[in-house]
Nanobody, 126 residues
Framework: EVQLQASGGGLVQAGGSLRLSCAAS????????IGWFRQAPGKEREGVSC????????YYTDSVKGRFTVSSDNAKNTVYLRMNSLKPEDTAVYYC???????????????????WGKGTLVTVSS
């Protein structure tokens, strides 16, 4: 059974940094695609970033490009999300989940792929 365990959330001032971790287990293959979604109060859940452990390909939503970095430690089966220059609008519950990076002729996006971990709350104060 695939299990995802997210950690690393907390309270930080605007401009600060946090690193989220997602420990994965139960995959029957060595390759996996895991990412981060977030849901702010009163808003829909949105995809933030996604990484493929096999080829290192990544996806970022526009609002976090240049500030967030997703990485994968395959030896530890852990995916990280380094969040720099945090803004109050980054406040949300962050979830790690299996994901897919979808590329079309004129766009790229990510979508969830079935497995979710419990969320971790990130609060950015102004």
């Amino acid at each position: 059974e695939v299990q995802l365990q997210a950690s690393g959330g907390g309270l930080v001032q605007a401009g600060g940094s946090l690193r989220l971790s997602c420990a994965a287990s139960g995959f029957t293959r060595d390759d996996y695609v895991i990412g981060w979604f977030r849901q702010a109060p009163g808003k829909e859940r949105e995809g933030v970033s996604c990484i493929s452990s096999s080829d290192g390909s990544t996806y970022y939503t526009d609002s976090v490009k240049g500030r967030f970095t997703v990485s994968s430690d395959n030896a530890k089966n852990t995916v990280y999300l380094r969040m720099n220059s945090l803004k109050p609008e980054d406040t949300a519950v962050y979830y790690c989940a299996t994901c897919q990076i979808i590329q079309t002729s004129d766009s790229e996006f990510m979508r969830a792929a079935g497995y979710w971990g419990k969320g971790t709350l990130v609060t950015v104060s102004s």
